[in-house]
T-cell receptor, first 117, second 119 residues
Framework: AQKVTQAQTEISVVEKEDVTLDCVYE???????LFWYKQPPSGELVFLIR??????QNEISGRYSWNFQKSTSSFNFTITASQVVDSAVYFC??????????????FGQGTELSVKP | DSGVTQTPKHLITATGQRVTLRCSPR?????VYWYQQSLDQGLQFLIQ???????AKGNILERFSAQQFPDLHSELNLSSLELGDSALYFC??????????????????FGPGTRLTVL
């Protein structure tokens, strides 16, 4: 069965600190897709990144970086030099469906990040 | 702004009632998904439509139904409402076309959600 675990329920940091959000997934499929979404206090879900299981390159986008490790089934998200605007709930999600076969997302429980000034 | 619109933003109703939530996907997207977010269940997939046809079903109650219309907008109907149906309901859309074939799957972009309160 598919499962996504975000063990950190809440994290609190002070502005400019680096913070890593952990995500561990379970799937029996060899091809799968991983996502991160951000849910700010306003409530909408904002797409951050998608990673395919056959592409193990890590990715950096500004202050955001993602570390995908198949060996440990983890897809961790690091925010460097955090800012107050980064305060949100962050969700990791998994899909093992091809686009034309029903692409439901399995979400973790989310990590609430609070960045204090 | 993801380009996905949902109406209404808030909905307050009583137990036993029926409501309809509406979603308009991003221009050009053929797939529409519905998710429910509640404190106890988290984010749960309900149902997916692709170009008017049901494509996948998740933990959707029999009291709930959905459809996608020829103009690609979708509606989620919730009936015989119970207190436990109070939640944030999200619609997402994706391309769903072969333009994403080389990447295996496509990205779902979410609307702002409809917050349903059942009293």
């Amino acid at each position: 069965a598919q499962k996504v675990t975000q063990a950190q329920t809440e994290i609190s940091v002070v502005e400019k600190e680096d913070v890593t959000l952990d995500c561990v997934y379970e799937t029996r499929d060899t091809t799968y897709y991983l996502f991160w979404y951000k849910q700010p206090p306003s409530g909408e879900l904002v797409f951050l990144i998608r990673r395919n299981s056959f592409d193990e390159q890590n990715e950096i986008s500004g202050r955001y970086s993602w570390n995908f490790q198949k060996s440990t089934s983890s897809f961790n998200f690091t925010i460097t030099a955090s800012q107050v605007v980064d305060s949100a709930v962050y969700f990791c999600a998994l899909s093992d469906q091809l686009y034309n076969q029903g692409g439901k997302l399995i979400f973790g429980q989310g990590t609430e990040l609070s960045v204090k000034p | 702004d993801s380009g996905v619109t949902q109406t209404p933003k808030h909905l307050i109703t009583a137990t036993g009632q029926r409501v309809t939530l509406r979603c308009s996907p991003r221009s050009g997207d053929l797939s529409v998904y519905w998710y429910q977010q509640s404190l106890d269940q988290g984010l749960q997939f309900l149902i997916q439509y692709y170009n008017g046809e049901e494509r996948a079903k998740g933990n959707i109650l029999e009291r709930f139904s959905a459809q996608q219309f020829p103009d690609l907008h979708s509606e989620l109907n919730l009936s015989s409402l119970e207190l436990g149906d109070s939640a944030l309901y999200f619609c997402a859309s994706s391309v769903g076309e072969e333009v994403e074939r080389d990447r295996g799957t496509d990205t779902q972009y979410f609307g702002p959600g409809t917050r349903l309160t059942v009293l």
